[in-house]
């Protein structure tokens, strides 16, 4: 039999996009925020962004902008220290993350008295949301990776499978925050179960 037939591998095709999730300095290790081994997605994720652009195929880029006294800060009596607050530093994406040369770049968490972990409604900076480029551009599957596995991966990935969108998970471009040791596992879990294809980016048929 063909190996082909028992571990076939993802091939990338027009209306394919990559969502690039919240790849902030906040997010790693030593941000504020900062996320157990997230900066081991920068290499795959790049090799990712750099297959995608050589496919002229779309990169879009989601990032936590949050207002200095957002609700999900600790000070508001939300969860988390503060972090990725507007314009500062902290909020920029990792210097390491290849962009594209024109990124599109999608804000979510503006809102003070909103905690929005799903990009799927980001907006960028002309108000208009993640999910009206997607229509305008006719991509009806994303590849997702970025920060974090247990909130905006999952969130936004659960979005994207009710709208009908196809969603691949690239489960090596993904770390979590696990505040519960098991909270990745039941994301990943989730996200199967929505009908997301979790794939590692060695799967991608993207290399040589
Ligand atoms: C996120 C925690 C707090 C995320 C955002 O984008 O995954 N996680 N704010
Ligand atoms: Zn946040």
Redesign the pocket.
Known sequence: MNPALLMPSVTLKTGDALLV??VQHD?MPGGA?GIPDGDRIITPLNRVITAFLRQHLAVLYSR?WHPVEHC?FQAQGGP?PP??VQHSSGAAFDARLHLAPRPLIFSK?QHQAEEQ?SAFLAEDGAGHPLSATLRRQDLRRLFVAG??TD???QNTTLDLRRAGYGVIVLTDACRA?NLDPDDEGQALRRMAGSGATLVATTDLGIYP
Request: hydrophobic residues 45%.
């Open positions: 999730v919240d997010f925020l936590d999900s988390w972090h990725c968490g972990y920060l974090a909130y905006c991966v925050v």
